[in-house]
């Protein structure tokens, strides 16, 4: 397998360490408090809800048809059962069920994480040891996470604190992937999927810690997606253009819903949970669809991808 998915440049800058955008996040949050609001929107629009419109037309594809016939039990059955569930929990177990939901987008992002290594990294031991490190600073994340979003105030020294353990361990980190003789790619790969959930540490809003550094995450999966579509439909563009309005489509209608939740309207802020209940439903989806121990994801996602 070749280790080039788009070209040497874009593959760095898209795929192995994309982490000029959250750094663009953070700036625009930073030096421009006044526009939080359009941040939060426009990154919602064109990565986060897009990232997961790309799931459906490149799910629901021809090449797929037979497939989940095949396994509709996988496939049909367990996904409707998991949008019953998430509506279930959110109207029933509100709070527990969003700790529930940030454990699987946290769980959800490190696989990717780990997927893409395997994309560029051969040596099994190599990934072992990077697999380890993104799911150790990963849970770390979530249980920092939780500690500082569920307290109603947390003081300052603490978030100090926690920082500097979190970048004294990121040093050693660092020292040990250099002594482990990890080469530039293996470095960059493992920091992006460790760093993602790491501005839960210093953000002071929920959103911000689940969308700013995933933001790395949501481009690397619109490029891998993007880059199988676009051989699948032998570049042809009426296709092409098709998919890219289905995604915009749906983030635009998902975007609205989402930050309908801060509606003072009871019912219209339950719109939020729409977009949550189809994450959920990404998260079980990709989960399948890119599992290459499968032939069929094989033939028909990475043949495409290693092009």
Not at 259 to 268: H, P, R, Y
Request: hydrophobic share 55%; with cysteine; proline share 3%.
């Amino acid at each position: 397998m070749k280790s080039v998915i788009l070209s040497k440049n874009l593959d760095f800058i898209l795929i192995k360490f994309p982490f000029i955008f959250p750094l663009i996040y953070f700036l625009v949050l930073s030096l421009i408090p006044s526009v939080e609001n359009l941040l939060i929107f426009f990154t919602l629009l064109f990565l986060a809800e897009a990232h997961f419109g790309a799931t459906w037309p490149f799910f629901i594809n021809k090449n797929n048809i037979s497939h989940i016939k095949k396994n509709y039990i996988k496939l049909l059955v367990f996904p409707i059962l998991i949008i019953i569930l998430s509506t279930l929990g959110l109207f029933m177990f509100h709070n527990l069920f969003l700790i529930f939901f940030f454990g699987c987008n946290i769980y959800h992002v490190s696989r990717q994480s780990i997927g893409i290594n395997k994309l560029f990294i051969r040596d099994k031991n190599t990934l072992n040891i990077s697999e380890n490190i993104i799911y150790f600073f990963n849970l770390s994340f979530f249980i920092i996470g939780l500690f500082i979003f569920s307290s109603s105030k947390i003081d300052n020294v603490i978030l100090n604190n926690i920082n500097e353990i979190i970048l004294f361990l990121l040093l050693i980190l660092l020292s040990f992937l250099v002594i482990k003789k990890f080469n530039s790619d293996e470095i960059f790969l493992t920091l992006t999927g460790s760093l993602m959930f790491y501005p839960v540490c210093f953000v002071d809003k929920p959103i911000h810690a689940i969308i700013m550094g995933v933001t790395m995450h949501y481009v690397q999966y619109l490029s891998l997606v993007s880059k199988v579509q676009i051989f699948r439909f032998q570049f042809k563009s009426n296709q092409i253009l098709i998919f890219i309005f289905i995604i915009f489509l749906y983030s635009f209608i998902m975007t609205i819903f989402s930050v309908s939740g801060k509606s003072t309207d009871n019912i219209i802020s339950k719109l939020f949970y729409i977009p949550i209940i189809f994450q959920m439903l990404h998260f079980y989806i990709d989960s399948q669809i890119w599992k290459f121990s499968v032939k069929h994801n094989r033939d028909n996602v990475l043949n495409y991808l290693i092009k």
